[in-house]
């Protein structure tokens, strides 16, 4: 790998881990406006996906990319529009009620489920036998979820039932929104079908609740938090995050991916008192590792990776 490669990669895994990272802080914040305000998941999300969506439009306008392409092609509108409804709209609502119920360390750390989901589902459609690291992980990352939420004693949960359940939803339409516009990719860029995603989400969501229909009494550092979800923990983490996948490896990705639930997860430990047990904190550390796991490839595959981001 030459100087000018290894700068690539660097400024790459630099970028996806400050989105990663930026998703975490995100999330906290949400937390925060849940607690301290009047604002709804609903309306959080109506806002974050409308605006976050137009700017990531015009963004990619700005940097030459053709944007409406995407929608001249059957096959391909009926894929973002379920795209943006089944994946981007119901995994954003689904999430920001696993953190009003709960808190945004819990709610990421379900959301660290999607990767073991997906490795099952593919098994079970192809009707191939997963990897024996693949099969070790999905056990342990739910091994891992077990321990957070019951703390071993399973007479008795740590976690809120409906964030619980909100949780288990983020990562079920997590699937769906990782999923979902994996064909578009191949032909569009992903700032296209990822900011159109998060319009056409956007159209549910103010269906539900408008973003006129503006929460009263928000202070000043509330609208602060609101302007940072959208614009650092939407817009910005995703250009960051998505534009870095053409050049950093899978193993990577899985790796940097881990930046969102620890930001989340020791922000709220340190600004939210919260406490977790000796068991919750293995069963983080063991969903953590499980993801690791399901991203590690072998090093034949690597360089076939290294290979194709060089030309040769």
């Not at 939420?149 to 939803?169: E, I, K, Q, R």
Request: with cysteine.
């Amino acid at each position: 790998m030459n100087k000018q490669t290894k700068q690539r990669a660097t400024r790459a895994v630099l970028g996806a881990s400050i989105g990663a990272c930026m998703w975490g802080v995100g999330g906290f914040c949400s937390n925060i406006l849940f607690k301290t305000t009047a604002i709804s998941p609903s309306w959080l999300v109506s806002v974050r996906l409308t605006v976050a969506g137009l700017l990531m439009l015009i963004f990619a306008r700005i940097s030459g990319i053709p944007i409406f392409d995407i929608w001249k092609h059957k096959g391909k509108r009926l894929r973002l529009i379920a795209f943006g409804l089944g994946g981007v709209f119901a995994a954003q609502l689904t999430y920001m009620l696993a953190i009003y119920y709960g808190n945004a360390a819990i709610a990421t750390i379900m959301l660290s489920l999607v990767p073991g989901m997906i490795t099952v589902l593919i098994a079970v459609r192809t009707r191939a036998v997963p990897r024996l690291i693949d099969t070790v992980a999905v056990i342990a990352a739910l091994l891992g979820v077990f321990f957070l939420v019951t703390d071993g004693n399973v007479a008795h949960l740590h976690v809120a039932p409906l964030a619980l359940f909100w949780g288990l939803g983020a990562a079920l339409t997590g699937v769906a929104y990782t999923l979902l516009p994996r064909p578009l990719l191949n032909d569009d860029s992903p700032l296209v079908v990822v900011g159109w995603g998060l319009l056409v989400g956007s159209v549910a969501g103010n269906l539900v609740e408008p973003i006129w229909h503006v929460p009263s009494g928000v202070r000043p550092i509330g609208w602060f938090a609101l302007a940072f979800i959208v614009l650092g923990g939407t817009f910005l983490s995703y250009a960051l995050y998505v534009s870095s996948l053409k050049t950093i490896r899978p193993a990577t990705a899985g790796m940097v991916g881990n930046f969102e639930p620890l930001t989340a997860t020791t922000l709220s430990v340190i600004f939210l008192n919260l406490d977790f047990h000796f068991l919750q904190f293995a069963g983080i550390v063991i969903v953590l590792l499980a993801v690791l796991m399901m991203g590690w490839q072998p090093k034949s595959k690597r360089n076939q990776i290294q290979q194709r981001l060089r030309g040769e």
